[in-house]
């Protein structure tokens, strides 16, 4: 098989005119044959020769048989939970990202499902699953306290007790885990964030190896509506073939920044995939090619967090990540706002927890941008 790079790029082959890129087709409707029969495409929503190539370019990044592309990242989610029926149960990673958490808490208990949340999948065993346990939904590493979950001993736990497991890779992308090779059934991803990259397009994308469950969907794409556009598709194809490019540069600039941040006394804590115990060290290492380039920090007590973020011109203080530029955010009142109190209290997200999102700047001006806010704090 050719390397992840090369696939990036050469996955289609979709020669029109000698373009080396493919055609954009905004076409909303195919004509069809007038005798009768149908034509390869009828409809944009059900199907379009752009997003069709994006989509075939992100499932030989997973070695998936299918992925489907849709507007957001929450939609791919939506679509992921929405093969649940009433009377089922999700069993699902706390802290998650606050989306995936608001759709736990408000969308799932409107079509009957129940959810329980886990402070600690790695310790999930048979105990933890009744009859009506039907997915197991894991976001690792987790937003935005960075705790790992081990995907292969979680997917064989599941697959026991006739669930599936959901893995939202949004955090390392294929290039540096695939939760599909470690028995995941579907993976879901914020394309917003890696894949696309440069902070200007939203999008989501969900990936199988199960026919069944790649029949659901698709519909959802076709029932639901909630599909990615011709051009946003092209965009994202254009944008992944600089993934592992961006993504190590990213990782070789958190590595340097984490050095730094790790001897300034004005920082208490720091936390990164694999950091919590070293089981989930062991877990991380055996799992996944990288740690990635978000991690969070906690300022030394007595220093003024409001100081910090004032004083900061390179990093951008908002929410998302994944993109070209730096960021932070407090993910408390910001990406984790629409949780409640107790549940930011066990999920160890204090208010002042800070989570960062590296670029690809040049490190040493993130590395002095850093160093003078810390100064301020
Ligand atoms: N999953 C994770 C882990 C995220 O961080 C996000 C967004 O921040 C999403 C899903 C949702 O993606 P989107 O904003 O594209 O809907």
Same mark, same amino acid.
């Not at 300034?264 to 208490?268: I, K, L």
């Given at each position: 098989m050719a390397g992840f790079t090369t696939r990036t790029i050469h996955?289609?082959?979709?020669i029109d005119k000698g373009a080396v890129t493919p055609p954009i087709y905004t076409a909303s409707t195919f004509l069809q044959p007038t005798e009768g029969g149908e034509g390869e495409y009828e409809y944009q929503r059900g199907g379009n020769p752009t997003r069709d190539s994006a989509q075939r370019t992100l499932a030989s990044l997973e070695n998936a048989q299918h992925s489907f592309l849709y507007a957001t990242g929450m939609a791919a989610t939506a679509t992921a939970l929405g093969t649940l029926r009433a009377g089922d149960t999700v069993l699902m990673n706390l802290p998650v990202y606050g989306g995936n958490y608001r759709f736990a808490t408000i969308e799932l208990p409107k079509r009957g499902v129940d959810h329980r949340f886990l402070?600690?999948?790695?310790?999930?065993?048979?105990?933890?699953?009744?009859?009506?346990?039907?997915a197991v939904f894991l976001?690792? &590493?987790?937003? &935005?306290?960075?705790r790992v979950s081990d995907i292969q001993r979680i997917s064989e736990l599941a697959h026991r007790h006739g669930a599936i497991m959901i893995v939202d890779n949004t955090f390392l992308t294929p290039y540096l885990q695939r939760p599909l090779e470690l028995g995941a059934d579907i993976t879901v991803q914020?394309?917003?964030?890696?894949?696309? @990259?440069?902070?200007?397009l939203l999008g989501g994308v969900a990936s199988t190896n199960d026919d069944a469950l790649a029949e659901e969907l698709f519909k959802a794409q076709l029932i639901s509506g909630g599909i990615l556009s011709p051009i946003d598709s092209y965009r994202l194809l254009q944008n992944v073939k600089t993934l592992a490019l961006r993504m190590d540069r990213q990782q070789e600039n958190t590595r340097k920044i984490i050095e730094f941040l790790e001897q300034?006394?004005?920082?208490?804590a720091i936390h990164t &995939? @694999?950091?919590?115990?070293s089981e989930e060290a062991e877990i991380q290492q055996r799992q996944a090619d990288g740690k990635g380039a978000v991690f969070s920090m906690e300022l030394a007590e007595g220093r003024d967090v409001r100081a910090f973020l004032g004083r900061l011109?390179?990093? @951008?203080?908002a929410v998302s990540l994944g993109g070209i530029e730096s960021l932070l955010c407090?993910?408390?009142?910001?990406?984790?706002?629409?949780?409640?109190a107790s549940d930011l209290e066990r999920s160890d997200i204090a208010e002042n927890l800070i989570r960062v999102a590296v670029g690809i700047e040049d490190v040493e001006d993130l590395i002095a941008d850093l160093d003078h806010a810390l100064d301020a704090a």
């Open positions: 996955a289609i082959e979709e402070l600690d999948p790695n310790t999930l065993s048979d105990a933890d699953f009744d009859d009506s346990v039907k976001e690792t &590493p987790a937003n &935005p306290t960075l914020s394309a917003t964030k890696y894949l696309a @990259g440069h902070g200007d300034h006394p004005a920082v208490a &995939p @694999g950091s919590h115990s011109s390179v990093f @951008g203080f407090l993910p408390a009142g910001m990406t984790q706002g629409a949780y409640a």
